[in-house]
């Protein structure tokens, strides 16, 4: 398995500077894609009408909204395929799962069914990568365009360092592809390990 290089010197964008400058580029990614490792056990996720019945423990409610969810996603994923290019993401989950990944991993087993594909790989298989520090959340785009994505102390993003050297952005994402390679389908891991479970303690 290809080792992830150490990252250069990128230029940190916070807050709507990130978030402007992904949505330009984000539709120009073309071939090979996007792919995105995602290493963090809990997230912040304030904007997302599901995440916030989740988070007060409206469980019921927040799968109610995800599967609303499934026309504007369906949408959004054709338009990528019109756009000429595919989203891969490896998902490294820890068991336990957190309540945050329980509910995570209902997002994205929808957005595997529409085309967001997804593949999950246990914690144990990154460790040996991990000696020093934890894996960074890294997302890359097409060949010119890759984020090392921020996070606050809580799992609140705040936005990204963003890396434009051609050769560092190859190596990460063949990276990136050879976890993925050795992940298991979401679907697959969905239904033995996420559909079996009660609702999160938070909704109890």
């Known amino acids: 398995m290809h080792d992830l ?6 230029v940190r964008l916070l807050g709507a500077d990130y978030y402007n400058h992904f949505n330009e580029h984000f539709w120009q990614t073309g071939r090979p894609g996007f792919w995105k490792l ?4 809990h997230f912040e996720e304030p904007g997302d009408e599901s995440w916030v019945a989740f988070d007060r423990g409206d469980w019921h409610h927040s799968l109610a909204l995800l599967e609303e969810r499934r026309p504007a996603l369906h949408t959004h994923y054709a338009k990528i395929a019109n756009a000429k290019f595919e989203t891969f993401r490896i998902r490294v989950v820890e068991h336990p799962l957190t309540e945050y990944m329980q509910w995570e991993l209902h997002l ?13 790989l246990p914690v144990h298989e990154v460790r040996q990568f991990e000696e020093e520090s934890r894996l960074p959340e890294l997302i890359t785009l ?5 984020y090392e ?3 606050d102390e809580n799992g609140l993003q705040e936005g990204g360092v963003l890396h434009t050297g051609v050769s560092l952005i190859a190596r990460c994402r063949e990276f990136i592809k050879s976890l993925y390679e050795k992940g298991e389908p979401i679907s697959t891991y969905f239904g033995r390990e996420v559909e079996p479970l009660e609702p999160p303690l938070r909704s109890r």
């Open 142 to 146: 097409g060949n010119d365009v890759m």
């Open 5 to 10: 290089p150490n990252l250069e010197d990128g």
């Open 108 to 120: 994205l087993h929808l957005r595997d069914q529409l085309g967001g594909y997804t593949r999950i």
């Open 38 to 41: 995602e290493r963090l056990q």
């Open 149 to 151: 994505i921020l996070y």
